[in-house]
């Protein structure tokens, strides 16, 4: 595991907490900046005026924006926009659906949806239901885009506000969900979000049966002989677009504002560089001799030092660690990690990719156990790396999976502690890095407990071996 790079969630990334959980407070820096209490005071309110107010303002038969939700208030994050400050919170949802665009995804609600509070005029208090749509049409493939798909806004009892859509590296406005046609435009596209309903009976992916429970589709039309709009040539001219603050202090989002919050539904698990990639790896660890005994060294990167979290920081760039290796016999070192060549989405319905070995010299590590390994060991170590699981699976078999399958073959089987994270679980750098922090050492084992950086590889044939 290295990197989430969001938006997401994805990371991004929601936990089934309630709205009653402890909340960390989030101190303002401006009187523009929203702090923590005002957005609950706020939310406390609008529950109580949806209740009053509630319309029944949605499709026969589909029930989205009926599903009931709650803030992950502990989750919370502030996010700089174009007029200045909101403040995100991720939302749980008691019931999930999921966002099906093709056979290979499947996200649930829970992962697209957060609610935006901020200030606008006067600094007035708003609040905004954001659900974010991630495109996977391949044939968009625009560059520069951050996000593709659709937003949808909506205020709580699930009223439509507003929405855009980005695609082909534009973006769209629109003022209604498949409403009646507007006169003076022309209709350019629809775009959908078809929604399931999911039952599992026995807890594998082969048990689980999903039912078509509806679909957000937007229209978007063009004005006859004029384009323009918010973000690119096209946009929907019916709605008009703040762009930038309001007198008395405050604003409002733009479609761009939209978009950089919605980046958060992009949860990607990256590889490094692509120079980093070891091509041969036969010929990367051709200089070990197997007759011989040698040290192995399982790192550990956590998300937070000294904790079991799965992941830490913003979900616009979570940190999610890594779990690496070496092994050294003499002046021979040779660094390696195990990571997803090209990616892969943790929502995915396998969340899966080919695997790859990487150079992982030079890279931190908040913990550490070194091993020392006889011949016939090591000799085992080379073939579990040789013939690693050709599969990276987030869930089933991801970094921390290979360092602790390399540990084994050196004789020692580390504890292997499952966590969650969006969409999934299994072992991972938080847990496994408390794991190893309290064990102890003995005459064949070394625990280190405080932090540093991995060597380089050294040794006489590291030259044309990657």
Known sequence: MKKILTPPAILLLLFALSCTDPVRELKPTNTTQIELSEAQQHFALELTNSKATQT??????????????????????????????????????????????????????????????????????????????????????????LFKGMVLAEIWNGDFVKGYVYKEGKTYSVDQLEGEPQQNAMMAFTMCAPWYSCVSSGGADTDTECHYSGEDCVNVYVDEGNGGGDGGIGANPTLPVNDGPMPGGGGAPTGKDYGDVAKNTN??????????????????????????????????????RNSRDTWSGSPLDPEVGHTFVSIQQGEITRMFGYYPIGGVNPCAKTPSATSGLYDDGGHAYDVKIEIKASASQLANVITVVKK????????????????????????????????????????????????????SSNQNVTVTKYSGVSPQNTGSCITGNK
Not at 133 to 139: C, R, Y
Not at 396 to 401: K, P
């Open 56 to 145: 029944l303002a949605y499709k026969k038969g589909f029930d989205r924006r009926t599903l009931i939700k709650s803030a992950v208030w502990s989750k919370a994050y502030h996010q700089t926009l174009s007029f200045g400050d909101a403040l995100i919170v991720p939302t749980s949802f008691e019931q999930e659906l999921f966002y099906q665009p093709n056979q290979n995804v499947s996200l649930p609600i829970s992962a697209l949806t957060y609610l935006m509070f901020y200030k606008g005029h006067k600094n007035k208090v708003h609040l905004e239901v954001i659900t974010a749509v991630p495109s996977f049409d391949a044939a968009d493939s625009a560059s520069g885009q």
């Open 267 to 304: 949860l990607v698990v990256n590889a490094p560089s692509p120079d980093e990639i070891i091509s041969d790896i036969n010929q990367y660890l051709i200089c070990f001799n197997l007759n011989l005994e040698a040290k192995i060294t399982i790192y550990v990167e956590q998300p937070t």
């Open 388 to 439: 690693r699981n050709p599969t990276y699976n987030l869930d089933s078999y991801n970094c921390t999976d290979f360092g602790m399958a390399v540990s084994k073959a050196a004789g020692y089987v580390l504890p292997d502690t499952s966590g969650s994270w969006t969409c999934g679980g299994g072992s991972n750098p938080g847990d496994l890095g408390e794991d190893i922090r309290n064990l």
